[in-house]
């Protein structure tokens, strides 16, 4: 009878929007009520807690803005956690990014045993947990590990890697990146993604390699690459296993990052209280940190004719 | 309806039956996951939890244990284990269920754990139990110490698994190939070390050889520390008192043998990898507990013993134990059962099966002491002199109680002392130690 | 469809051939193997380790410990995968973990495409905090909501399942939805608007085109999950009372503990674990490169 194939001209406009935008509240209702209950609840206590003094036993002490006072004029450890945890990322992030990116180039290309290549490359991304910390720390090892053997085949000396203030954190960072093959996958996808009636045209157009690295591959990748960097700052700034395994957070805090600080006055000095409040601060960080990077994605980050436009 | 000119190509279609069965699918295993099979086996059966962080290898013996007490119980009492090895794990999961109230029937603590349990009831103070059922006990067959170690405010707070103590093991051939004799009790840090120093090998600027493997875990420092007359806590365990000059003299010697190359770095040797067994070290210090692995990794490569430490300036060795042990929570349920298993697995019987057979660390019972030390030496296999661990238990044992912020302290502890020999001074790890641990006790 | 940043300059490319043939192959081959070189060396510090850990379980317990350091054992001890086996209920163990890794792996690609579906495509007036409040919540340190909502749970009487671990995964991960939605807004308008034109409501569009056209994206994520709870023991480890339920992962744990430590067993039991992981990647490798060819969309 009615032909409601068509939207009539009384559905489009405004009220086709509102109809969107109920389909839309409802679906993420759904969403909505499990974040609630399992996520949002224990953040919530968490933040409670951090205004309390809590040992664990008997109920919180509620002491106000105490924690806080204390983190950030009475602690050292604090700062110099933060500024370990900092320069890890410092370190880590670019480093992975350049290395996942670079590898997926490398990859991306019609080389025979390709496939063998990937796998080698993301095996260890999958690999986690305390048997392969127990490897590194026999790699790591100053006088019988495998890495200051093979330097010192090339004649370099023994380098006291998870006991030097000094080289403790690019040593960690050396196990983030060997897990970095997971990022490639993703670089992957996103490369075999990118049109190649770009690539002719640009090559048409006479462009090199390196240019055409920045003016087709780049802008054409940044969604995927602006998804990792959010992605590895968050993942980066709260590194926690191999501190906790390998190093204890040594020597002498080089290692201490703030995951782990938090972790040993929630664990170890049942601090309840101040634990929650240094990780409050550490979630307040991150937030900012990535609330820049999302803001300035407006200039790098390029989606194509789709969606764009909308909002965040 | 005009059909979509944009039907996706040739592959399966995400269709609503699909999607549906997948959903269903998930909904049937989420509710098998939730199903929890066992809970009682029966009316009138009681189930015990019992938690413990030992290996496999240990685990054996005391599903042994648990498996013997069950049936002398008519199995009117049935036990679950539950063990995870890894302890930074097992004591976050403990930790975690502690304080959201769900602690099990009976868990495996260390001596360490007492004060900081026992503040927070999370153990049972079980004197008036082990009173009623002394002769079935026998609480003096326990080590003093290790009973001292259980105490807080005079009550104790769980039954012995096992103590342990360090020595000094000896790589016997490598003695002998340079012509050095065998140390004897009597012998000195000062003696050890200058030992230490006459087994330095170098092969063109890269040192392939060491006089011996520096511990630095910190209870057994704290018996270092008291040899040399150095105290790491107040006598009424509130504050930190490491930085004192006779600890600085101790630190600075074990500095010193690093720089003569006489000792590799501290923590340079991950848990479990020995440079003893590698030939790398004359002298390894470690525990009493490491003979099996020793025996296995060596393997009969060299003739190897084990000696007492070396005695102090003050005269005395300062031998410091540490061990594990049974206790029942605080919030357990059925006190009496829960005691009937704890007793179980302290008895002569348990000792004889977890500890004695396989001699593994020093029975927490001197009676099974006596046993393990026969065994050993009546296999013939090496270390022959290992009866010096249980003889220093009993001579040198020093009397330490491990405060309640223990923990804390290790971590502070563990951090400073691994800048020794990487450009840490001693003065200033010890200074540090101390400042921080102080700090942490007044946030606490 | 999408513009380069730089316009195309039509004389100059008719004017000026690209390169000769010749030397373009030349090029062509020199970048091959340079990229193999790099590749080949790169490779061998990636699998070193890997291969370490594989060889570690077939030593015997001198080697481990022994320096120099042996590389391959003398002889294999391949009864280790057997003692495995005996030591510990490891095929329950191994049961328990497939249940909850693919229960899991449907959860996260369930909730998580619903949850894009909306920040991605649909518009409402809290659609920006939504999804800023869902990102912040991967910002917090996990260590201290743990305490609560293990206390949360316990009152919940979930202790000892994996409800606590597997009900969240139905509920959008954020980080997947998150890639979910960049994947989703990549697709072009044109597409939506010819499905809605053709009388396609919002469910139909989600599940018939889509989903299908996403079935790239939704692979990654299924792989990504697999990974995850297959190798997951945080969760497992603080809400299970009962051995028999461990995955995997808590089970290799037990070989090495304080007064023994049987590290060749752990890493059999390590090597065990990644196998799946490794077999799931090579099948999936080829229909994920599959996924994205047919996906012409793109191209």
Do not use: C
């Given at each position: 009878m009615f032909d409601t194939s068509r939207p009539t001209r009384r559905q489009t406009g405004s009220s086709l929007r509102r109809k969107e935008a109920r389909a839309g509240l409802i679906w993420v209702q759904w969403w909505f009520v499990g974040f609630l209950l399992f996520t949002l609840i224990p953040i919530c206590a968490a933040i409670y807690l951090s205004f309390t003094s809590w040992q664990g036993i008997g109920a919180p002490q509620w002491i106000g803005i105490d924690n806080y006072v204390e983190i950030l004029s009475g602690d050292p450890v604090f700062w110099k956690s933060l500024r370990v945890t900092a320069l890890y990322t410092a370190l880590a992030l670019p480093s992975g990014l350049v290395l996942g990116f670079g590898l997926a180039m490398l990859m991306n290309q019609k080389l025979r045993g390709v496939t063998?290549?990937?796998?080698?490359?993301?095996?260890?991304?999958?690999?986690?947990?305390?048997?392969?910390?127990?490897?590194?720390?026999?790699?790591?090892?100053?006088?019988?590990?495998?890495?200051?053997?093979?330097?010192?085949?090339?004649?370099?000396?023994?380098?006291?890697?998870?006991?030097?203030?000094?080289?403790?954190?690019?040593?960690?960072?050396?196990?983030?990146?060997?897990?970095?093959?997971?990022?490639?996958?993703?670089?992957?996808?996103?490369?075999?993604?990118?049109?190649?009636?770009?690539?002719?045209?640009?090559?048409?157009?006479?462009?090199?390699?390196?240019?055409?690295?920045?003016?087709?591959?780049?802008?054409?990748?940044?969604?995927?690459?602006?998804?990792?960097?959010?992605?590895?700052?968050?993942?980066?700034?709260?590194?926690?296993?191999?501190?906790?395994?390998?190093?204890?957070?040594?020597?002498?805090?080089?290692?201490?990052?703030?995951?782990?600080?938090?972790?040993?006055?929630?664990?170890?000095?049942?601090?309840?209280?101040?634990?929650?409040?240094?990780?409050?601060?550490?979630?307040?960080?991150?937030?900012?940190?990535?609330?820049?990077?999302?803001?300035?994605?407006?200039?790098?980050?390029?989606?194509?004719?789709?969606?764009?436009?909308?909002?965040? | 309806m005009t059909k979509s000119t944009l039907t996706p190509l040739g592959t399966t279609l995400l269709t609503r039956r699909t999607l549906l069965t997948a959903a269903a699918a998930g909904a049937v295993g989420v509710s098998l996951a939730a199903c929890a099979p066992g809970g009682t086996s029966g009316t009138g059966t009681k189930t015990l939890k019992l938690w413990s962080d030992h290996s496999t290898e240990e685990l054996a013996g005391i599903k042994q244990v648990v498996a013997d007490f069950e049936k002398a119980q008519g199995g009117s009492i049935k036990v679950e284990i539950l063990n995870i090895a890894d302890g930074g794990q097992y004591y976050t999961k403990l930790k975690t269920a502690a304080v959201g109230n769900n602690l099990p029937d009976v868990f495996y603590v260390r001596t360490f754990d007492t004060a900081p349990f026992a503040t927070k009831t999370w153990t049972r103070p079980i004197d008036d139990l082990i009173q009623r059922d002394s002769t079935e006990v026998v609480p003096d067959d326990f080590w003093a110490a290790q009973t001292a170690q259980f105490t807080y405010e005079d009550k104790v707070y769980a039954l012995p698994y096992d103590f342990s103590n360090i020595g000094?093991?000896?790589?016997?051939?490598?003695?002998?190939?340079?012509?050095?004799?065998?140390?004897?009790?009597?012998?000195?840090?000062?003696?050890?070390?200058?030992?230490?120093?006459?087994?330095?090998?170098?092969?063109?600027?890269?040192?392939?050889?060491?006089?011996?493997?520096?511990?630095?875990?910190?209870?057994?420092?704290?018996?270092?520390?008291?040899?040399n007359g150095g105290k790491v806590f107040s006598d009424d365990l509130t504050q930190c008192v490491i930085n004192s000059s006779e600890n600085v003299a101790t630190l600075q010697a074990m500095l010193d043998a690093m720089e003569a190359g006489a000792a590799p770095?501290?923590?340079?040797?991950?848990?479990?990898?020995?440079?003893?067994?590698?030939?790398?070290?004359?002298?390894?210090?470690?525990?009493?507990?490491?003979?099996?692995?020793?025996?296995?990794?060596?393997?009969?490569?060299?003739?190897?013993?084990?000696?007492?430490?070396?005695?102090?300036?003050?005269?005395t060795r300062g031998v410091s134990c540490a061990g594990g042990g049974w206790s029942i929570a605080g919030s357990a349920g059925d006190v009496d059962a829960s005691w009937e298993l704890v007793k179980a697995l302290a008895s002569p019987a348990a000792q004889e099966i977890l500890i004695v057979e396989p001699t593994r660390s020093v029975p927490g019972r001197q009676s099974s002491a006596e046993q393990w030390a026969e065994q050993a030496a009546a296999s013939n296999e090496p270390p022959a002199s290992i009866q010096i661990f249980v003889d220093q238990m009993k001579t040198d044992a020093i009397d330490v109680h491990y405060p309640t912020f223990w923990q804390d302290f290790q971590t502070i502890w563990g951090n400073q002392i691994g800048t020794l020999g990487a450009g840490g001074e001693p003065a200033a790890i010890l200074a540090n130690v101390q400042d921080e641990t102080n700090k942490l006790i007044a946030r606490s | 469809m999408t513009q380069l940043s730089e316009g195309t300059r039509v004389s100059r490319s008719a004017i000026r051939p690209a390169r000769g043939r010749r030397s373009q192959r030349r090029s062509r081959t020199t970048t091959r193997l340079i990229s193999y070189a790099l590749l080949s060396i790169g490779a061998v510090a990636f699998i070193g380790p890997l291969l370490w850990m594989v060889t570690t379980s077939l030593k015997t317990k001198a080697e481990i410990f022994s320096y120099p350091i042996t590389l391959l054992p003398a002889v294999p001890q391949w009864h280790h995968y057997v003692e495995l086996f005996t030591a510990q209920p490891f095929l329950q163990y191994i049961l328990n973990t497939l249940l909850y890794t693919v229960i899991g792996v449907i959860g996260s690609l369930v909730g998580s495409s619903c949850a894009a579906f909306a920040f991605a495509r649909m518009r409402f007036r809290l659609r920006g905090p939504a999804f800023a409040v869902m990102m912040a919540t991967v910002m917090i340190p996990s260590w201290v909501t743990l305490i609560p909502a293990?206390?949360?749970?316990?009152?919940?009487?979930?202790?000892?399942?994996?409800?606590?671990?597997?009900?969240?995964?139905?509920?959008?991960?954020?980080?997947?939805?998150?890639?979910?939605?960049?994947?989703?807004?990549?697709?072009?308008?044109?597409?939506?608007?010819?499905?809605?034109?053709?009388?396609?409501g919002n469910l139909r569009f989600f599940f018939m085109i889509l989903l299908p056209l996403s079935k790239s994206a939704l692979l990654v994520i299924a792989i990504f999950s697999f990974v995850f709870y297959w190798n997951d023991f945080m969760g497992p480890l603080i809400y299970l009372t009962s051995q028999g339920k461990f995955p995997i992962q808590l089970g290799i744990l037990n070989f090495v503990g304080e007064n023994t430590q049987d590290y060749a067993l752990m890493m059999a039991g390590a090597t065990l674990a990644i196998l799946p992981c490794v077999v799931l990647f090579f099948i999936a490798q080829r229909w994920f490169i599959q996924g994205i060819v047919i996906t012409g969309v793109k191209g």
């Open positions: 063998v290549f990937r796998t080698i490359y993301y095996l260890p991304s999958i690999l986690s947990g305390v048997p392969v910390l127990i490897l590194w720390m026999f790699v790591f090892n100053r006088d019988f590990g495998i890495l200051n053997w093979m330097l010192d085949l090339v004649g370099i000396p023994a380098v006291p890697w998870l006991n030097s203030e000094f080289w403790v954190v690019p040593a960690i960072t050396v196990t983030t990146l060997w897990g970095v093959g997971g990022s490639v996958i993703i670089y992957l996808a996103g490369l075999q993604g990118v049109p190649t009636e770009l690539y002719e045209v640009a090559t048409l157009d006479g462009a090199g390699w390196w240019r055409t690295l920045f003016t087709v591959t780049l802008p054409m990748m940044s969604p995927v690459v602006f998804f990792q960097l959010v992605l590895a700052l968050i993942g980066s700034l709260q590194v926690f296993a191999q501190a906790y395994i390998l190093t204890g957070g040594g020597p002498n805090y080089a290692s201490y990052f703030m995951s782990l600080y938090i972790y040993n006055e929630a664990f170890i000095g049942l601090r309840l209280g101040y634990a929650s409040a240094l990780a409050v601060i550490l979630f307040i960080l991150i937030l900012l940190v990535t609330a820049v990077v999302f803001g300035t994605s407006r200039f790098w980050v390029y989606y194509g004719d789709s969606v764009e436009g909308d909002e965040s | 000094v093991y000896i790589n016997k051939s490598m003695f002998e190939a340079e012509g050095i004799p065998l140390p004897d009790a009597s012998w000195t840090w000062d003696d050890y070390y200058a030992t230490a120093a006459k087994f330095v090998k170098k092969e063109g600027g890269k040192q392939t050889r060491w006089g011996t493997t520096l511990l630095t875990a910190d209870w057994y420092m704290l018996g270092v520390f008291a040899s770095l501290p923590n340079a040797t991950p848990a479990g990898v020995d440079p003893f067994s590698g030939e790398l070290a004359a002298m390894y210090i470690m525990g009493s507990f490491a003979t099996t692995g020793v025996r296995a990794s060596v393997d009969g490569k060299f003739d190897w013993d084990v000696a007492p430490l070396p005695n102090g300036s003050t005269g | 293990y206390i949360m749970f316990s009152r919940i009487g979930w202790l000892d399942t994996y409800l606590p671990l597997l009900v969240p995964a139905f509920f959008a991960a954020p980080v997947n939805t998150f890639l979910l939605r960049q994947f989703f807004r990549s697709i072009p308008k044109e597409i939506e608007e010819a499905a809605r034109i053709d009388g396609a």
